[in-house]
Every structure is written in structure tokens, then in C-alpha cells.
């Protein structure tokens, strides 16, 4: 089905540990954002990019990076995983004026 | 910068309850307005959506009007059901090309039969 994809779904991880989060899209959306979801404060975005080969910083980069190297994909890593990390992770798309698409989440555990 | 303020969580009505949950919005000029929902285990859909003043969105049963002079945006359902629980997320994006969403911190919402 067409639409936007997370791998992995769930994941723990140890304090220190890297990891690399992979959104994929199939519908040639230019736009492609990651945003985390804690209890009580919604979504935040962390990174987005507006096209292949860039990348933007959101209200909570900190210990996060992303890259675009392809326009249908859009990874988001960790190098040095910390406990405040764990989090659900969401990544979306959207071609320009249009509505975005949510993939269905990363829960990430960070102990 | 931009913010969406919605009513704290949990909402918990009775089936065909008439449903209001409030989204009031800060923006330096005239946003796009969304309401998404969130079911258990799953990513955000879009539920509704209104880019001027006075616009309604509707999808479901839910409605939603862009209200420039209150900056609000309430979600309403006139008779909720048990299939509607789950989490709302208001949501605004200025209408210049790539600003992003910036969302609210969701109303969760349980319908008990």
C-alpha cells in the first residue's frame, strides 16, 4: 500500500548505544519531517527537509541527526542514545499544500 | 512563535454524548488549522481541515470552524460513539510552502457504552 513506512517499529536500546531510524515514501513527496511524541507534550518536531539533500532543524534537535540522500527516504539517527530519548517516533510527508501522511510510529526505549 | 493551546485530557463522555474539545490557536499572520486523531497503536490521520477564516471542516461527523476573531478552531460531534475514542491533536501551519505543523498536545477522549 502506498504510503509512509517506519522501521523499526519497536527497539530498546542501551545508554550510549547508536541506531538509525528509517522512514520510507512512495508517493514523491517533497517534504518529509520527524517529529517525537511524549505523554503531555504532543508532537514535536525534531528535524524536517524540504527536498533531497536537505535538511532543517526542528524545536528539539539536540542528539539527533538526519539525512535525505534520496527523495523517498529520510533517516533519522542517534549516535549516542540517552534514557530522555525514549520516546515514539513518527515521521511524515507531504507533497506542497497538501495533507500530511503519518507513518504508524518507532517506540524506542532507551534504558 | 507559532502555538496551538488545546483543553487538557481526558475527556470522558457517555455514547451519543455531544462532544467539544477546545483548540485555540497563536500565529503571526493567517494559518492553515488541522484537527488529527490518533487511535491506539496507530500514527496520526487527518481528520478535518480549514485554510481561511470562517471555513468549516467536517469529515465523520465532526465539524470545525475557523474563527478568525476568536482564533479558535473547536472540534464538535453532535452524538459520539464508542468507536471515536482516542487521542485529537489540533494542529496550525502557516500557508507559506514548507512551514510545518505545529501541533497541540492532544485531548484524549473515551466513550464508555
Known amino acids: 500500500n502506498a504510503g509512509v513506512t517506519q522501521t523499526p517499529k519497536f527497539r530498546v536500546l542501551k545508554t550510549g548505544q547508536s541506531m538509525t531510524l528509517l522512514c520510507a515514501q512512495d508517493?514523491?513527496?517533497?517534504?518529509m519531517y520527524w517529529y517525537r511524541q511524549d505523554p503531555g507534550m504532543g508532537l514535536r518536531l525534531i528535524h524536517y527537509s524540504v527536498g533531497e539533500g536537505t535538511t532543517a532543524k526542528g524545536e528539539v534537535p539536540d542528539g539527533y541527526n538526519v539525512s535525505r540522500l534520496k527523495k523517498q527516504n529520510f533517516l533519522l539517527g542517534l549516535e549516542s542514545a540517552a534514557p530522555s530519548q525514549t520516546s515514539v517516533y513518527f515521521c511524515a510527508s507531504r507533497r506542497g499544500g497538501a495533507g500530511y501522511t503519518f507513518g504508524s510510529g518507532t517506540r524506542l526505549t532507551v534504558v | 512563535g507559532d502555538s496551538v493551546t488545546q483543553m487538557e485530557g481526558p475527556v470522558t463522555l457517555s455514547e451519543e454524548a455531544f462532544l467539544t474539545i477546545n483548540c485555540t490557536y497563536t500565529a503571526t499572520g493567517y494559518p492553515s488549522l488541522f484537527w488529527y486523531v490518533q487511535y491506539p497503536g496507530e500514527g496520526l490521520q487527518l481528520l478535518l481541515k480549514?485554510?481561511?477564516?470562517?471555513d468549516k471542516g467536517s469529515n465523520k461527523g465532526f465539524e470545525a470552524t475557523y474563527r478568525k476573531e476568536t482564533t479558535s478552531f473547536h472540534l464538535e460531534k453532535g452524538s459520539v460513539q464508542v468507536s471515536d475514542s482516542a487521542v485529537y491533536f489540533c494542529?496550525?501551519?502557516?500557508?507559506?510552502?514548507?512551514?510545518?505543523?505545529?501541533f497541540g498536545k492532544g485531548t484524549r477522549l473515551s466513550v464508555i457504552a
Open positions: 508517493m514523491n513527496h517533497e517534504y
Open positions: 480549514a485554510t481561511k477564516a470562517d
Open positions: 494542529a496550525l501551519t502557516m500557508n507559506s510552502g514548507n512551514t510545518p505543523l505545529v
